[in-house]
Each structure stands twice: as C-alpha cells, then as structure tokens.
C-alpha cells in the first residue's frame, strides 16, 4: 500500500474542511480469496473465471466491499484515524475492480460538527480515471480532550 499521510490520528481539533487523505492498493486474487473467507461470500463471479466470463462483467472482479473497505483503511488509519467510529456510510458502485486494478481510495472532510465530534468525509475509489465507487461517511472523531 502506497499512503499520502502516516498512520495515526488526527483529533477533531485538528481537523479542517477540505483535508484529504489516501491509499493506493493493487487488488490481487489472494486479496479476493481472503475477502471471500472472512466474509464467507464465495459467489463464483469473485472466483471461477468460466462463470464470470459469461456474466455482464465478462471476467472476475473483486467483492464491491472488499473495494469500500479500503476507504475504511483511510479513515481508520488516517483521516480521523485511531479511534475513530464509523456513524454512517453510503456507498454507489459505478464500475467493476478487477484483480491486479491499482485503487486509489480518498477520503476528503465535507463537514465537521465539533459539538458532537462529527466529521463527515466525501470517499471516492478509483481506477486509473474511472470512478468506481463514490459515497459519503459520517464518523465520530477522538478529541484531545478524551485521551
């Protein structure tokens, strides 16, 4: 994984509209075959190359979530970061990732609500020019003031 900013956290005071954070990963089949295990979805479209040949993808691609979760990792590990809890998150998948694609994952603060220690983060995933996932997250942010 290739990330803009090191790991750790970024409390809520700290926090500005506008601050963007990222990773890069290239989606490999061990990738896929693990996402596969842990979530236990095993639909053949991730994993036989005859079955997905004759779908609208015409090849394997990767779990739409397996994708969504490198946003996770930007917001779980950078932007908050440490600490950080999920509150809400919408996602739209607009085009298939296949193994070997290089996601770029962004997330880029929209909103902050520092009373109740909101931040609300616009995530985008793509490959090469291509959009292929887009939504938005809420998350409560760690304060200073609760370390």
Known sequence: MLDNQPRGTICIEDIEIGMTRSL?????????????????????????????????FEGRIAHGMLTAALISAVIGEQLPGHGTIYMGQTLKFLAPVRPGDTVLAEVTVTDIIHAKRRVALECRCTVGDTVVLKGEAMVLAPSRKFD
Do not use: C, M, Q
Not at 30 to 41: A, C, K, M, Q, W
């Open 24 to 56: 890069r990963k290239v989606i490999t089949d061990h990738d896929i075959e693990l996402f596969g295990e842990v979530s236990t979805d095993r639909n053949p479209v991730h994993f036989d190359d005859a079955y997905a040949n004759d779908t609208i």
